[in-house]
């Protein structure tokens, strides 16, 4: 029977092929969409929360991190505090890198490795890592160097609005599954003058003796700077979940529209294919073939469409995720993953389409009335 259903699909070659395609685009998109939303997800909040962060202060205007612009004094001012352990000033800025003469955005995080070994352990997995006083360097996160394809003694171009400068790739460094890893590290000084941010960082994030501090130390900040909030831990990952939600919302509602117009695709070949084989389906009936098995039969091959194009799709959509990444603005080169139950989950996504799609022809076909059927010309 899916023989039967394979061969007379074949028939027509050209609308059997556009039908197939257009269902390979819906499980390519679909699967791309559930793999950005499932690799932002596990990927994005569990490196944030390896940092450590208790409290991070940013400028209360600004969106996120990278368009956050504060006094550098701020980090001297909060390290003084009795309650504070350790703080962690940095800049976050998301230009374009040029490396072997492709261009891509990039997270440049910069700041004072003397401060970071109080958060996490950096080891240098190729090369070196960076000093609190390298010029001209910078030291690649393992993950951004398997997106970006760097090893150290690679050069690469850093563009701004103000100047463009060639680094040196001094190391390639692991922070055991930390933000840092997908970022490129630059010395903070050094980021101060080549962003023109002299005097100026993104943010500060500390680290308290006692987290039952924590709102003494916030109350303390926010009152004498006006112009800053300090958000805990947790609130920090909930606003940059937030754009996530969003996203995948977002994410869903077009891979809804990709669905429906898959349906209407395959509704409109079927409703043709059973058009074209009104006499046949009479004849069928007419021997005795039951209403179910023609529903069966016609649905059969809805779903051997479903089926190539599932397969296809998955194909298509896992490429994409290989060879796409996502700079995001909270600082971090976000790779797609893409599981087997997310391959699963695509196929279903093409089969439920089909089904969809044919369910109306089969039910039409099923319902054919014998004598206006063998009739038909």
């Known amino acids: 029977m899916w023989g039967l259903a394979l061969k007379n699909l074949k028939r027509r070659k050209a609308r059997t092929s556009l039908t197939v395609l257009g269902i390979t685009v819906v499980v390519a998109l679909s699967l791309l969409f559930l793999s950005v939303g499932y690799s ?5 909040i569990p490196s944030f929360q390896r940092l450590g962060i208790d409290l991070v202060i940013l400028q209360q205007a600004a969106l996120a991190a990278p368009y956050s612009n504060i006094n550098a004094s701020i980090a001297t001012e909060t390290a003084a505090y009795p309650e504070v352990a350790a703080t962690y000033p940095y800049i976050i800025q998301v230009p374009p890198v040029t490396i072997r003469g492709s261009t891509q955005p990039a997270v440049i995080n910069a700041l004072l490795p003397s401060h970071v070994q109080s958060f996490y352990q950096v080891e240098a997995v190729e090369g070196v890592y960076i000093t609190d006083y390298s010029n ?11 997106v970006l394809r760097l090893h150290a003694g690679d050069n690469i171009t850093i563009g ?9 790739v001094v190391g390639i460094f692991t922070t055991s599954g930390t933000v840092d890893d997908y970022d490129i590290n630059m010395a903070l000084p050094f980021a101060q003058r080549f962003f023109d941010k002299q005097g100026k960082i993104s943010a500060v994030i500390l680290k308290l003796h006692d987290k039952t501090t924590m709102e003494v130390v916030r109350s303390r900040i926010e009152t004498a700077h006006p112009d800053l909030v300090v958000k805990t831990s947790d609130e920090y990952v909930a606003d940059f979940s937030q754009p996530i939600r969003i996203l995948q919302g977002n994410l869903t509602l077009v891979s809804g529209i990709a669905v429906a117009a898959g349906v209407f695709g395959v509704l409109n070949t ?12 009479g004849i069928m009936k007419a021997l005795g073939m039951g209403t179910g098995t023609v529903l069966f039969t016609i649905l059969q091959e809805s779903l051997v469409l479903g089926a190539v194009g599932g397969g296809a799709g998955m194909v298509m959509g896992w490429l994409a995720t290989q060879v796409l990444t996502i700079p995001s603005l909270i600082g971090i080169t976000i790779t797609l993953d893409v599981p087997i139950w997310l391959l699963a989950e695509a196929f279903i996504i093409a089969q439920i389409t089909a089904v ?3 369910l109306y022809p089969a039910a039409r ?3 054919l009335n014998v004598a206006e059927a063998l009739h038909a010309v």
Do not use: W
């Open 365 to 367: 076909a099923a319902r």
């Open 136 to 146: 001209d360097s910078v030291a690649v996160g393992i993950e951004a160097a398997r």
């Open 40 to 44: 932002t997800e596990n990927k994005v």
């Open 356 to 358: 969809l799609g044919g």
């Open 270 to 281: 079927m409703l043709m294919v059973v058009m074209e084989r009104r006499r046949e389906i």
């Open 160 to 168: 701004t609005s103000s100047s463009t400068s060639s680094l040196r």
